[in-house]
């Protein structure tokens, strides 16, 4: 194929690339905001060291960064249906996502928590502030200034993650190619494109997250 039948193949496959990208960045955004909230609460566990509880919350962290995405992602679409649980396509890829990156959020949670200096904790209690307050005003918005790296990561992550879930029937954007590919036979251009429009969205994040950083840094030093 010429450059021009190239062209013609691309222009022709982008509005239906473009709708799968778009469900990519739905499924990540998602996900990630789930996820954080996931992650926040099993972090905040483990460091309350809550009897049963905390362990619960190791156990879940453990499974989840030992087993495969793909798996997990099959346990809960085509495994939970066997047991009465069913989810539609994208309730369960967001699903599946969510649960995965909320473990590895709650290390980096739980890390930047820790990270801040244990000082600090016993400042806030001097001044009559509670466990729960000190987290909320004092700590958190530290913890969040570490933790704004390892956070952009996991969803730049994320956004390479979901091409998963085109194995439960989600049209995000690899299985879109997919489709375009199997009217075109033409593989090697399309996943090109794919490729690009992945990065693209990757390093639009990259970006956010450098000028975050910067923000956030910059009220650190104030």
């Known amino acids: 194929m010429d450059m021009t039948g190239v062209m013609q193949l691309l222009l022709d496959a982008l509005p239906l690339m473009l709708k799968g990208a778009a469900w990519t960045l739905l499924l990540a955004v998602a996900s990630v905001i789930f996820g954080a ?4 609460l099993v972090a905040v566990t483990r460091l309350a060291r809550l009897p049963g509880l905390s362990q619960l919350a190791a156990l879940y962290v453990s499974c989840m960064r030992g087993t495969p995405l793909l798996v997990q992602l099959f346990v809960i679409y085509f495994g939970l249906p066997s047991i009465g649980i069913q989810f539609d396509p994208i309730s369960a890829g967001i699903l599946g996502l969510s649960l995965n990156v909320g473990a590895y959020l709650s290390e980096t949670i739980r890390g930047a928590i820790n990270g801040v200096e244990h000082g600090q904790w016993n400042a806030a209690r001097s001044l009559g502030l509670t466990q729960a307050q000190t987290l909320r005003h004092v ?8 933790a704004v790296p390892s956070l952009s990561n996991s969803l730049i992550s994320l956004i390479k993650d979901t091409s998963l ?19 075109t036979f033409q593989p090697f251009p399309l996943y090109l494109a794919a490729a690009a429009i992945y990065w693209a969205m ?11 950083e910067l923000r956030l840094n910059r009220s650190y030093l104030r």
Do not use: C, D, H
Not at 37 to 40: P, Q, V
């Open 165 to 183: 879930v085109s194995v439960i029937a989600v049209s995000e954007l690899m299985l879109a190619t997919k489709e375009v590919i199997a009217t």
């Open 202 to 212: 990757s390093a639009s994040f990259e970006t956010l997250q450098k000028k975050l």
């Open 139 to 146: 700590i958190g918005p530290q913890a969040l200034r570490l």
């Open 37 to 40: 909230l996931i992650g926040t």
